[in-house]
Every structure is written in structure tokens, then in C-alpha cells.
């Protein structure tokens, strides 16, 4: 078992930056960040796969967000810059079994979920 707890989250304006931190119980694998927006679906933004020499991330926010993670401390962080009004609702980080997998998006491979914080970004 891994628990998650995530923080950071909050009120920016747009073109602002924000950085989200996830905190796990215990040393992970791959981690990912999901979104959901309100009346959407979950979508993928962002993994890393264990010792972080590896990362993804969805199109919309290439260029704009940075995944890392620290493991001596079991966390992982998610720098957001030039944020959009698009880029809010709740923010979740996951926690997989793999190592690595080319289906590092689908949020059915991550066992174990935080229970998410909120970004809202104002225009």
C-alpha cells in the first residue's frame, strides 16, 4: 500500500506559475499527475518513471510544466508556469507498479491515488 498527499494547489492568474507536491508513504515507481476539470473526464499531464531519467508529458502543457521528483524524501512535484485558465480543476498524483510502460497515460495502470488538489486559474 502507498498512500498519497497532495499539496500546493490554490488561486493563480493566468501566466502565473504554481507548483504542486505530492507526498507518498513509501518509496514509488512510475508517478504520474492527472487533471479533472469540472464535468470532464480524468486526463493524463505528466509521469516519471523512478529514478526520473524518464518523463512524459500530455501536448497541452509540453514546454509549460515540469515533472521532477526527490527520493530521499518520497516526493514528487509538478512546476506549473504560463498557466491557462484550461489548466484548472483538481490535481491528482498516482502511483504505478512498473518501472516504465509506454501506456504511462492511461490512469488504469496507476494502483494508487491521492485525493487531489485544486488549481483554479483565473483570466
Known amino acids: 500500500q502507498v498512500q498519497l498527499v497532495e499539496s500546493g494547489g490554490g488561486l493563480v492568474q493566468a501566466g502565473g506559475s504554481l507548483r504542486v507536491s505530492c507526498a507518498a508513504s513509501?518509496?514509488?515507481?512510475?508517478m504520474g499527475w492527472f487533471r479533472q476539470a469540472p464535468g470532464k473526464e480524468r486526463e493524463f499531464v505528466a509521469a516519471i518513471n523512478w529514478s526520473g531519467s524518464t518523463t512524459a508529458y500530455a501536448d497541452s502543457v509540453k514546454g509549460r510544466f515540469t515533472i521532477s521528483r526527490d527520493n530521499a524524501k518520497n516526493m514528487v512535484y509538478l512546476q506549473m508556469n504560463s498557466l491557462r485558465p484550461e489548466d484548472t480543476g483538481v490535481y491528482s498524483c498516482?502511483?504505478?507498479?512498473?518501472?516504465?510502460?509506454?501506456?504511462?497515460?492511461?490512469?488504469?495502470?496507476?494502483?494508487?491515488w491521492g485525493q487531489g488538489t485544486q488549481v483554479t486559474v483565473s483570466s
Open positions: 498516482a502511483a504505478g507498479t512498473f518501472s516504465w510502460t509506454t501506456n504511462y497515460d492511461l490512469h488504469e495502470n496507476y494502483s494508487y
Open positions: 513509501r518509496r514509488t515507481f512510475t
